[in-house]
Nanobody, 124 residues
Framework: QVQVVESGGGLVQPGGSLRLSCAAS????????MAWFRQAPGKDRELVAR???????????DYADSVKGRFTISRGDAENTVYLQMNSLKPEDTAVYYC??????????????WGQGTQVTVSS
């Protein structure tokens, strides 16, 4: 099994910033990506940002159009960690944010694990 733990959520005013952290642990043979998703009340879960894993390089990143220029996903110094720097936050960013890791437990078996989620509320 792979465990995923998020932290860093909270209440901020519009225009403020938060930094979310995610750490994955457990048996995993290789990582395909780590990503951040979010789910607002009454809405489907959506991809916010992801980074394709590459030990030897920065890796390719993708962002939702709604967060481009404001959010930055990055790999941490510790193995199997990612951060999401969230700047210029808007009320519509309010959601539960989930960290996701996708990879392989073995050569043939994939794994897709999620954290419990961390609440981000943007309100004046």
């Amino acid at each position: 099994q792979v465990q995923v733990v998020e932290s860093g959520g909270g209440l901020v005013q519009p225009g403020g910033s938060l930094r979310l952290s995610c750490a994955a642990s457990g048996n995993i043979f290789s990582i395909v990506h780590m990503a951040w998703f979010r789910q607002a009340p009454g809405k489907d879960r959506e991809l916010v940002a992801r980074v394709l894993w590459s030990v030897g390089s920065t890796g390719s990143t993708d962002y939702a159009d709604s967060v481009k220029g404001r959010f930055t996903i990055s790999r941490g110094d510790a193995e199997n960690t990612v951060y999401l720097q969230m700047n210029s936050l808007k009320p519509e960013d309010t959601a539960v944010y989930y960290c996701n890791i996708h990879g392989y437990l073995t050569r043939f078996e994939t794994v897709d694990s999620w954290g419990q989620g961390t609440q981000v509320t943007v309100s004046s």
